[in-house]
């Protein structure tokens, strides 16, 4: 084992890949000599040219949909939307085009596209650079979403992402872009399409994604004060995401929190919340509870307010748990 | 510049007048309720996809828009298959998912007719980056009207184009009617080719008529083969019916449209070629006939096309 940075992680993804198939190219702005905007392209402009890794103007609906083209014609890009709210201004490329090329083509052509973006709060950003829109993604059918929570996830899930045939969103936390972890010296690749129990339990179920699986650790080994026994797991995937290993979960504890960083209201806590409902009612011994930010813009001066924490998380557990049936 | 043989010459005449009379056939199933949906046809027009794709290969890279029957049979789709396509059919090239407006046949490097208009461009773009990265000598054409040269992508595409030198011709087909709105409501200018300036690449703005088409087209597409750059190339034409099949076009003046059925590009080919003695009335009927026997027996393929079954429906979503 050895320690890497999650950003590092990504960095290392995108080498290995580029290393071993030449139709994987890299696209965005600044990824050449700046080495991208949080460094995870650094050095990469060096080890493989311009001609692969191509630093584009700023014209995000022009470089996606450019992207669509050249996976259409063979290339595997890898596409690089500096934070996750900008992802609004190339929804045509995303949406219209690239879920659909395949699809509305009768299979005449593949997407193997990566679109690589940090989202979420924590760097007094504002409400134009924090915003986890994964469940818009998650909405439209042709696109698979990710959302990493460690160093060795975001290298492993990214490189299953470049070598997917389908389109695939990483959502990348940005808070998360310095932590450390260890990753195993050799090759390292993590499924699309599976959760990871981060820490068993017996008492409540809490699903969580990116920078909550880390909040929810955290509300664990407070609640483990007061015997309350959670299970965390990382959900990984978001789309599509892993029902049996929830499920499973579920069937156990009888308990189920979903606690993600973006806001509540048609998250995918909400998703994850009605098809345990609709499909194992009875296995539940109280109501769901979901934790998620407050329905507002994230605020550049009350971030800490708005996040949403492990102290939401602890008040979700002790709610579901006081609610039992 | 090379000069078309006779063949040639009479092979563009029939191919025009073949989309012709697809399109004509096309508005006629459309009314009788045979295709649901819409369709756009590109009635006026046809001069263009025909010089236009003359010079390309089946290799070479092609994306369109709403408006695409043209662009598609001009890239030598079967005719059969296109139209078993429109009619929804599990042997078109789509297996009946795209029908008209996302006509697509990978065989031909036909990237798609899109309907989000500008939604190509940039997918044409991203064909040339590959055709550009692999060396493989493949030029894209990319076919759009003036209204999508309002679009963000249009200038986003040409600006990449130009600044990656990439092998694609930029083909504004300009009819002067935005859906329902005239070109000098949307921009000050008349010719789009003007664009061109703002990204350093040329501009060119011809009328609607085969032979200049075909020279500009050949010009700018020898360009982007030999790895020189893009080019913005307008043809100025006329739209002869509304936006879509059905549109009663309430909106715009009988003048206008009756200026815009004075000029016909086939009309004026086919005086050309009578004048040049490459056609006469005989040969005209002859060609005329088959063209028209031809179309006929696409719809009937069509009609006895397979439907896709139920079952298919979650089928294609991915790899």
Redesign the interface.
Known sequence: MREIRYIGGINEAIREEMERDDRV?LIGEDVGRPGGSFGASRGLLDQFGA?RV?D??I?E???????????????R?IVEIMFMDFMTVCM??IV??IAK????????????IVIRTPAGGGLNAGPQHSQCLEAWFAHI??LKVVMPSSPPDAKGLLKSAIR???PVIVVENKALHALGGEIPEEEHVIPIGQAEIKKPGNDVTVVATSRMVHESLKAARQLADENIDLEVIDLRSISPWDKAAIFDSVTRTHHLVVAHEAVKNFGIGAEIAATVAEEIMDELDAPIARVGAPFVPVPFSLEQAYLPNAQDIVAAVKTTLERNF | MTKPSKKKMVGFYTLMLKIRKVEEKLMEVFANGEIPGFIHVCIGQEATPVAVCSHLTDED?M?NTHRGHGHALAKGIDMNLFMAELFGRRN???????GSM?L???SLGI??A???VG?G???????????K??KNNRV?VCFFGEGATDE??FH??L??AS??DLPIVFVCENNQWAEFTPQSVHMKIQRVSERAAAYDIPGVSVPNDFNTIHKAAEKAIQRAREGAGPTLLEVQSTRWHGHFVGDAQKYRPTEDIDAAMQSDCIADFEALLLEQKYLNSRSIKKIQEQVLQEVDSAVEFARESPRPETSELM?????
């Open positions: 190219v001609d191509i584009t103007p014209s609906a022009g470089f996606m949909g450019m992207a669509a083209g050249a996976a259409a014609c063979g290339l890009p045509d490329g219209n085009q090329m395949r699809y509305m083509f009768g299979s005449q052509y593949s997407m193997p059918p042709g997917d045939d389908n | 890279y994306a078109g090239p789509c297996r009946g998912r795209s996302h697509a046949d990978a990237l798609g899109n309907g989000i939604g461009i940039p997918i044409a773009t991203g064909a040339a980056l590959a055709a990265y692999f894209t963000g992508t986003e595409s600006n990449l600044v990656m089928e294609d979503l991915w790899a």
